[in-house]
T-cell receptor
Framework: DAMVIQNPRYQVTQFGKPVTLSCSQT?????MYWYQQKSSQAPKLLFH???????NEADTPDNFQSRRPNTSFCFLDIRSPGLGDAAMYLC????????????FGPGTRLTVL | GEDVEQSLFLSVREGDSSVINCTYT??????LYWYKQEPGAGLQLLTY?????DMKQDQRLTVLLNKKDKHLSLRIADTQTGDSAIYFC?????????FGKGTRLSVIA
């Protein structure tokens, strides 16, 4: 089945230790998104790729970076995680067209010790 | 500005109808969406409505859109325990979506 896969599902890191979260998709969608979701809050868009074009949200901290080496994969790098970065990170994909349905992965829950 | 508001909690009895409400602020939104999130899972698209429609029905789900008041609602008929989840309203402004904080629906057997 075509899907959005996120690895790992749970990630524990130490304060200040770089961490990378990964997302892959078999849908061949041209847009990929990274959202941060904290408890009882809306998913907050960090950035998205339209093909290779990177689009950063204005309020996304510099601590967050992303890479998209090919259509299928997208990575979220957190250079120096702080306690406030503990959250669920959701990857989503879409194909630009009519109603722009976004397909979400199951998320990676990040814990910062 | 971009802001989507939803009430945080709703509790209904099994078999009753649930109505989840949402207000949005950007009149240029083209599509509005309802997503469902079950515990530990990602978001799943339930249904969507184009901004020039005022109603859409899909099996047990009915979406009503009042564009004048920027009000969107999701009605779930014959609510089941499997409908217990968080429901997010979202508006499309350009490519990204703007989500509300979600309404936690609890279904009492």
């Amino acid at each position: 089945d075509a899907m959005v896969i996120q690895n790992p599902r749970y990630q524990v890191t130490q304060f200040g230790k770089p961490v990378t979260l990964s997302c892959s998709q078999t849908l061949n969608h041209n847009v990929m998104y990274w959202y941060q979701q904290k408890s009882s809050q809306a998913p907050k868009l960090l950035f998205h790729y339209y093909d290779k074009d990177f689009n950063n949200e204005a309020d996304t901290p510099d601590n967050f970076q992303s890479r998209r080496p090919n259509t299928s994969f997208c990575f979220l790098d957190i250079r120096s995680p702080g306690l406030g970065d503990a959250a669920m990170y959701l990857c989503a994909t879409s194909r630009v067209g009519t109603y722009n349905e976004q397909f979400f992965g199951p998320g990676t829950r990040l814990t910062v010790l | 500005g971009e802001d989507v508001e939803q009430s945080l909690f709703l509790s209904v009895r099994e078999g009753d109808s649930s109505v989840i409400n949402c207000t949005y602020t950007d009149s240029s939104s083209t599509y509005l969406y309802w997503y469902k999130q079950e515990p530990g899972a990602g978001l799943q698209l339930l249904t969507y409505i184009f901004s020039n429609m005022d109603m859409k029905q899909d099996q047990r789900l009915t979406v009503l859109l009042n564009k004048k008041d920027k009000h969107l609602s999701l009605r779930i008929a014959d609510t089941q325990t499997g409908d217990s989840a968080i429901y997010f309203c979202a508006e499309r402004i350009g490519t990204p979506l703007v989500f509300g904080k979600g309404t936690r629906l609890s279904v009492i057997a």
